[in-house]
């Protein structure tokens, strides 16, 4: 889902609800993935969804201020299976 297609940005809680009333699923069944850009993973966390950074290749740390030190921090997609 695009933000630009359902006139929601992230960190806004009605994107990610608006995500999971279409998948059919909870936002405690979600693993919410992202590299940290406009407080994408805490706004995942705050409705509920586990909220993961992905590092980009070749960095030790998340590009984005609000994204360094948050926890759990993967390398690669590969990384997820390990959380699920």
Not at 46 to 64: F, N, Q, S, T
Request: charged letters at 30%; proline letters at 10%; one cysteine or more.
């Amino acid at each position: 889902m695009l933000s630009c297609t359902v006139g929601l940005r992230k960190p806004d809680p009605a994107i990610y609800l608006l995500t999971c009333d279409r998948l059919g699923v909870e936002p405690e069944e979600c693993l919410f993935v992202g590299d940290g850009a406009n407080d994408e993973l805490a706004g995942a966390k705050r409705v509920g969804m586990k909220a993961v950074c992905i590092l980009p290749p070749g960095r030790d740390e998340p590009l984005w201020p609000e994204a360094r030190g948050w926890e759990p921090t993967i390398r690669s997609l590969e990384d997820v299976l390990d959380l699920v």
